[in-house]
Every structure is written in C-alpha cells, then in structure tokens.
C-alpha cells in the first residue's frame, strides 16, 4: 500500500510540474497577444483605418508613390550634375607688367574655365593712353582661335 501511496505522489507531484509550466506558458502567450493587442490598437487610432489590411495597403501605396518621386529626384539630380561642369568653376587671376619701363603691375589676365577647361580669358592692359580689353575663347585649356599669351596661361594654370 505504501508503494501505490508513494506513486500517487509522484503522480501528483507531476501532475502539479505539468500545470505550473502550462500556467507559466499560458501567461507567457497571454503576454505576449496583450502587447500585440497593444500595438495593434496604437496602430488603429494613429490611422482613420479599422482594419489591418487596409493600413498595410495605405502604407504599400506610399512607399510605391515615394519610390516613384524618388526615381525622378535621382533623374532631376543626374541632370544637375551633368550641366554643372558646363558651368563657370574655375577663376584664375594673373597680374602683370606689360610694359618694362612703366611702373607696376596694374595690367591683369582672368580666366573664366568650366570643369572641362573650357571658357574665356580676358586680358586687361592698362596704358597711358587707357584701358584695354580682350578676350579669347578657351577649349581644353588652349586657345581656341588664337594662341595664348604666356599670362593667360599661367592665369589658366592657376585656375587649376
């Protein structure tokens, strides 16, 4: 009798393992739908949707229309980009002495280069007489249709 007694606790003993770990494991999953449920209710009231689906189809929409507006931004972008080395980006500024007897060097040469060394270089002389201007055009950093003096190139190599 003492034998059945004793595996009667032991089955009892078992039996309470048994129904601590499924209690446990039910406030587990208990757990874990309350947060779920949480989230799910902070979801619906930031939206004027009720139903999950109709969230995830709103936010398959937007993220289909950002992508759209982004293609065209990286298109708008490569543009940009393309037309900027058209643009002015490289100043060069050389002073100098046209005549050796008169004083100073009130004479200078600018040049004006995009990114491919192509642009203008104006001359200015100063004599007694006045002011004069010129200009040549510049493609690849050579004269274009004349040669270039030896202060418009060195304006150009400073531009670099």
């Known amino acids: 009798m003492t034998v059945f007694v004793e595996d009667d606790r032991m089955y009892l003993m078992v039996i309470y393992i048994i129904g601590a770990i499924f209690f446990i494991w039910l406030v587990f999953l208990t757990g874990i739908v309350l947060k779920t449920k949480a989230h799910y ?3 619906i009231s930031k939206t004027r ?3 999950i689906d109709e969230i995830l189809d709103e936010l398959l ?3 289909k229309k950002t992508g759209q507006e982004l293609e065209i931004v990286k298109k708008e972008l490569h543009g940009e ?3 900027s080395t058209l643009h002015i980006q490289k100043i060069g500024l ?3 002495n046209p005549f050796e007897r008169s004083g100073g060097e009130k004479s200078f ?3 004006f280069l995009n990114n491919e060394n192509s642009g203008i270089v104006i001359n200015f002389i100063y004599t007694r007489d006045g002011l004069r201007v010129y200009s040549k055009k510049v493609k690849d ?3 274009e249709e004349y040669n270039l ?3 418009e190139e060195k304006a150009i190599e400073k531009s670099n």
Do not use: A, W, Y
Request: proline share 0%.
């Open 41 to 43: 209710n902070n979801l």
């Open 49 to 51: 949707k009720q139903k």
């Open 61 to 63: 929409m937007i993220d």
């Open 81 to 83: 980009i393309k037309t």
């Open 94 to 96: 050389v002073r100098f």
């Open 109 to 111: 040469v600018i040049s």
């Open 141 to 143: 950093g050579k004269g």
């Open 149 to 151: 003096s030896e202060e």
